[in-house]
């Protein structure tokens, strides 16, 4: 199991920036991917971007390409979601996912793909 807690979230205006941190503890060296949703109140759970450990793969939601960038520190066991031109719409509660069973199976963008989750981070952007 990996443990993950998630950070960064603040209030920002329209046009703004935040970095959230996700940090991960436990069995880490497992990890096929790490991967950022969002929920925001009265909708689904839904996929912002992911980032494949063996090979730095990066995936973005079509609403995010170009303002948003996923990266990790292997050495910290930490990934980053670096936020730009927040959007009013962007607003929600951040939530950093694992998959650390192994599998061949690629699917990212699905909730039910990963294993565990963080606790969720809140991210306000005021218009």
């Known amino acids: 199991q990996v443990q993950l807690v998630e950070s960064g979230g603040s209030s920002v205006q329209a046009g703004g920036s935040l970095r959230l941190s996700c940090i991960a503890s436990?069995?880490?060296?497992?990890?096929?991917?790490f991967g950022w949703f969002r929920q925001a109140p009265g909708k689904e759970r839904e996929f912002v971007s992911a980032i494949k450990m063996n090979d730095d793969n990066t995936y973005y939601d079509d609403s995010v390409k170009g303002r948003f960038t996923i990266y990790s520190d292997n050495g910290k066991n930490t990934v980053y979601l670096e936020m730009n031109n927040l959007k009013s719409g962007n607003t929600a509660v951040y939530y950093c996912?694992?998959?650390?069973?192994?599998?061949?199976?690629?699917?990212?963008?699905?909730?039910?793909?990963?294993?565990?989750w963080g606790q969720g981070t809140q991210v306000t952007v005021s218009s």
């Open positions: 996912a694992v998959r650390a069973r192994h599998t061949t199976v690629i699917y990212v963008r699905s909730t039910m793909w990963y294993d565990d």
């Open positions: 436990g069995h880490t060296s497992s990890v096929v991917a």
